[in-house]
């Protein structure tokens, strides 16, 4: 007979809350089944399924995207559409990735104009620091407003 583990075992073993594995089973995601006693009892698959939800949280993917998209495991029969669809859902949360990194590359380089201006104020250093949150500012908005072109003062650049 197959090791079955309780639920706080699992929560030991993966470091997951025992209310959130709670709330797992609650919403659908992982169904452990159900002693004499009616305590959760996981299996070794019941495991893995949640070994890889973290994992999936960990790529950034929802709890409904989850649910929704990637519960393989309880399909009789795999159907090639629904492969299909799963495939364009993540080449999309992957474009969406792509874009997050672009922004967060981005905003280290503002941190570190930041850092350099702070640690070593000057005029030179300040305009860099303007130029560079003009940039993102143009970035964010696709078109240079009136208030860009302006300095604090008012003057036209």
Request: charged fraction near 30%; aromatic fraction near 8%; glycine fraction near 4%.
């Given at each position: 007979?197959?090791?079955?583990?309780?639920?706080?075992?699992?929560?030991?073993?993966?470091?997951?809350?025992?209310?959130?594995?709670?709330?797992?089973?609650?919403?659908?995601?992982?169904?452990?089944?159900?002693?004499?006693?009616?305590?959760?009892k996981y299996?070794?698959?019941?495991?893995?399924?949640?070994?890889n939800?973290?994992?999936?949280?960990?790529?950034?993917?929802?709890?409904?995207?989850?649910?929704g998209?990637?519960?393989?495991?309880?399909?009789?029969?795999?159907?090639?559409?629904?492969?299909e669809?799963?495939?364009?859902?993540?080449?999309?949360?992957?474009a969406?990735?792509?874009?997050?990194?672009a922004?967060?590359?981005?905003?280290?380089?503002?941190?570190?104009?930041?850092?350099?201006?702070?640690?070593?104020?000057?005029?030179?250093?300040?305009?860099?620091?303007?130029?560079?949150?003009?940039?993102?500012?143009?970035?964010?908005?696709?078109?240079e407003?009136?208030?860009?072109?302006?300095?604090?003062?008012?003057?036209?650049?």
């Open positions: 007979m197959e090791k079955q583990y309780s639920i706080q075992e699992v929560s030991r073993m993966l470091g997951i809350p025992k209310d959130t594995l709670r709330y797992y089973d609650r919403i659908g995601i992982v169904s452990p089944s159900r002693g004499h006693n009616s305590y959760r299996s070794r698959e019941d495991i893995v399924g949640l070994m939800i973290q994992i999936m949280q960990y790529a950034d993917f929802s709890l409904e995207e989850i649910k998209k990637f519960q393989f495991h309880r399909m009789q029969s795999i159907d090639p559409a629904y492969c669809e799963v495939a364009e859902f993540l080449e999309t949360k992957k969406k990735t792509i874009k997050k990194i922004h967060l590359e981005k905003v280290s380089q503002l941190l570190d104009v930041a850092v350099k201006t702070l640690r070593d104020f000057n005029h030179e250093n300040d305009q860099q620091l303007t130029v560079f949150v003009r940039e993102i500012y143009r970035d964010l908005h696709k078109k407003t009136e208030i860009i072109k302006e300095d604090c003062d008012g003057h036209q650049n």
